[in-house]
Nanobody, 126 residues
Framework: QVRLAESGGGSVESGGSLRLSCTAS????????MQWFRQAPGKDREGIAT???????TYTDSVKGRFTISKDNAKNTVFLQMNDLKPEDTATYYC????????????????????RGQGTLVTVQS
């Protein structure tokens, strides 16, 4: 079983930056799709970015050019570098994962993945 733990959230002024981390523990397979998604109060879940086992990344349009997903395989950690933050980025940010093994799986920002962490709150003040 894989467990995910997010960190790095906080409060920042508009235009500022934050770097979120997600550390995975447990039975981690190489073929894993990792994702960041967010949910603001009263709003639907919004997928943000994914990175697959080969390092291929996808992003939703609203964060392209501002957010960057990356990973450190040796540390089983995925990062989300968030620059030029806006008040509308305020939400709880979650890390998610899907271990797909040998089956065909398309790792995209808008997929619903099976494993998720507890989330970390990001507040952007105007």
């Amino acid at each position: 079983q894989v467990r995910l733990a997010e960190s790095g959230g906080g409060s920042v002024e508009s235009g500022g930056s934050l770097r979120l981390s997600c550390t995975a523990s447990g039975d981690i397979q190489r073929s894993t799709c990792m994702q960041w998604f967010r949910q603001a109060p009263g709003k639907d879940r919004e997928g943000i970015a994914t990175i697959d086992s080969d390092g291929y990344t996808t992003y939703t349009d609203s964060v392209k050019g501002r957010f960057t997903i990356s990973k450190d395989n040796a540390k089983n950690t995925v990062f989300l570098q968030m620059n030029d933050l806006k008040p509308e980025d305020t939400a709880t940010y979650y890390c998610a994962a899907e271990q797909y093994g040998d089956r065909y799986f398309v790792c995209l920002w808008d997929r619903y993945l099976g494993i998720r962490g507890q989330g970390t709150l990001v507040t952007v003040q105007s």
